[in-house]
């Protein structure tokens, strides 16, 4: 199955992607307010923004419900948001009064910025490549882009394979490269497996500091069928192959556990498991991979 259009993907967040009842998405910010400014997940943010000049605009794609916003404005600093979603972009509007660019990132006329964050954002893009470029674009020598985005080591095999919205993965050294290619430097790497987290500098002549490694052999192993015809990825531990997040089960409803092994049962569809996007075959299935 090839990908779907640009056009496609533009629409389907621009309408579909996370789609829920405008007053509910209000109401649900607004009662926010009441508990303060929200700091979990942002610990490394929280942290990173001492570096980060306050003198420029702090810029996010991908703004979603604007807690990074509320964050960074809590601590002084001129916010603007990208977001393609027509109504989280009007939510936060309404609830927090923060000016959000409704439009795809590349498409948008945006200012300079001192900062661009982006959170798990990148990989749902397109044309990441273009997506950097307009960073880039955007941005003087000494700004900074912080960019998070999940490692494809870690990254749990079915989603890299079968979760549509995921149209890129990237290793530590593979995103390097893209950022070097138009002007960063990665000035601190914070990734872990299951993640990519730079912090990265606009430079004149950015140099690379990750070194290229083998990543064969592991995504082999994590891709590997043994198993029956109606058992896909059988026997397999939790500590093979980036299998480290416990969280596929609640991604997975048809998946389950027994001792220390994952199995996903091939079967006919009879539930649906996922409110956004899935695939169902009919007859036999055939998966191969490259």
């Known amino acids: 199955m090839d990908r779907p259009t640009k056009e496609w993907i533009n629409n389907f967040y621009l309408k579909t992607w996370d789609e829920v009842e405008f007053d509910k998405s209000v109401k649900e910010l607004e009662s926010r307010k009441k508990f303060g400014v929200a700091k979990k997940g942002l610990a490394r943010l929280l942290e990173i923004s001492k570096r980060l000049n306050k003198d420029k605009l702090f810029l996010e794609l991908g703004s979603g419900y604007g807690k990074a916003l ?31 660019i409704t439009s795809a990132f590349e498409n948008a006329r945006l200012p300079q910025a001192g900062t661009i964050y982006t959170n798990n954002v990148i990989e749902h893009t397109y044309e990441p490549d273009q997506i950097i470029k307009k960073c880039s674009e955007l941005q003087s020598e000494g700004d900074r882009l912080v960019l998070v985005t999940s490692n494809v ?35 601190e790497n914070f990734s872990k497996d299951s993640e990519i987290y730079f912090l990265a500098k606009k430079a004149k002549e950015p140099k690379p500091r990750i070194p290229a490694e083998d990543f064969y052999p592991l995504l082999k192993r994590k891709l590997e069928y043994k198993g029956s015809s109606d058992l896909l990825w059988s026997y397999r531990f939790r500590d093979e192959g980036g299998i480290v997040d416990n969280n596929i089960f609640s991604k997975l409803k048809f998946m389950f556990r027994k001792e220390d092994m994952f199995f996903a049962a091939i079967a006919p569809m009879k539930t649906r498991y996922t409110n956004t996007i899935e695939y169902q075959f009919e007859g036999a299935v055939k998966l191969a991979y490259k």
Request: glycine share 8%.
């Open 153 to 187: 080591i870690g990254e749990v095999a079915f989603q890299i394979l079968f979760f549509l919205p995921h149209l890129h993965s990237f290793s530590p050294h593979s995103m390097e490269k893209l950022l070097n290619r138009y002007g960063y430097e990665v000035e």
């Open 70 to 100: 509320r964050l960074m404005d809590s601590l002084g600093f001129h916010v603007m948001g990208v977001e393609n979603s027509e109504h989280r972009a009007e939510a936060v509007r309404h609830a927090y009064g923060f000016k959000i």
